[in-house]
């Protein structure tokens, strides 16, 4: 069993930055795949950022892509997302999520573990 939780959410003005973080536990944090999610109000949850299980590659939605960069602390266990030119609408709830496939996923249905998630508010 793989537990995550978010940390680092915020109140932010558009143009900031924010810097979430995800703590995993369990000793094979390096057999998984990482990836962030998040869903808006009203809207489906959407990926945004997901790291294989070995760091070699990444995936960034278009949406996110040369603002947020996802990376990998083995040592401590955790997963970041650093959130750079914040806009209103990155406004959303943001899910860490761990998956068991070895090469990069986008898709939520294969993701094994999800965190509660950490509230983004990007005012403008």
């Known amino acids: 069993q793989v537990q995550l939780v978010e940390s680092g959410g915020g109140l932010v003005q558009a143009g900031g930055s924010l810097r979430l973080s995800c703590a995993t536990s369990?000793?094979?944090?390096?057999?998984?795949?990482m990836g962030w999610f998040r869903q808006a109000p009203g809207k489906e949850r959407e990926v945004v950022a997901a790291?294989?299980?070995?760091?070699?590659?990444?995936y960034y939605a278009d949406s996110v892509k040369g603002r947020f960069t996802i990376s990998r602390d083995s040592g401590q266990n955790t997963v970041s997302l650093q959130m750079n030119s914040l806009k209103p609408e990155d406004t959303a709830l943001y899910y860490c999520a761990a998956t068991l496939r070895r090469s990069i996923t986008t898709l939520q249905s294969q993701y094994n573990y999800w965190g509660q998630g950490t509230q983004v508010t990007v005012s403008s």
């Open positions: 790291i294989n299980w070995n760091d070699d590659n990444t």
């Open positions: 369990g000793r094979t944090f390096r057999n998984y795949g």
